[in-house]
């Protein structure tokens, strides 16, 4: 498990957080002006947020269905076997996969879980021939078409409470 340093974080912290989850393009006085902070002050903590590796990195919000790929899909993969060599040997050739997201190991019935976008179902069904189909030790794929998004979050809100981590 990563180490876990939120005892070292303060209010503040958790306030330049919220803002930066909004807004990760936030100028550094834009920001200091919505945690009420000097912008050197604000600069000064998103650096060490930074480098401590809370804040990873930023990046673009891009809507899917504007550049064609309207068709969100959950798939479920199952593995013939959950020994090592196997797991690494699928993991090693997901990531390969260029219509693939997000792709994670997890418990219960399946193995892993990944996300892909597709332009229309004949896309799905090139996807899945090419690309699912073909990845190494796959037992069962099981896909779900999503039918509308609710909501998506980079981070639960609670994550970001100071007042939850204390």
Request: hydrophobic content about 40%; proline content about 2%; some cysteine.
């Amino acid at each position: 498990m990563p180490e876990t340093i939120t005892n070292d974080l303060n209010s503040t912290d958790f306030r330049i957080l919220r803002e930066l989850v909004k807004d990760g393009r936030a100028s550094d006085v834009a920001l200091g002006e919505r945690v009420h902070l000097s912008s050197t002050a604000t600069a000064r903590r998103r650096k060490l947020l930074e480098e401590r590796g809370i804040i990873q990195g930023y990046t673009a919000d891009v809507d899917m269905a504007k550049l064609g790929f309207s068709i969100g899909v959950l798939v479920q993969i199952e593995l013939s076997s959950q020994a090592e060599q196997v797991l690494n040997e699928f993991e090693a050739a997901v990531v390969k996969c260029p219509s693939m997201s997000f792709c994670s190991f997890v418990s219960g019935d399946i193995d892993f879980i990944m996300m892909v976008h597709v332009k229309s179902f004949d896309d799905y069904d090139r996807v899945y021939r090419k690309e699912l189909s073909t990845l190494p030790h796959v037992a069962r794929v099981r896909s779900s078409f999503l039918m509308r998004e609710v909501t998506t979050r980079q981070v639960a809100p609670t994550a970001l409470r100071a007042t939850l981590v204390r």
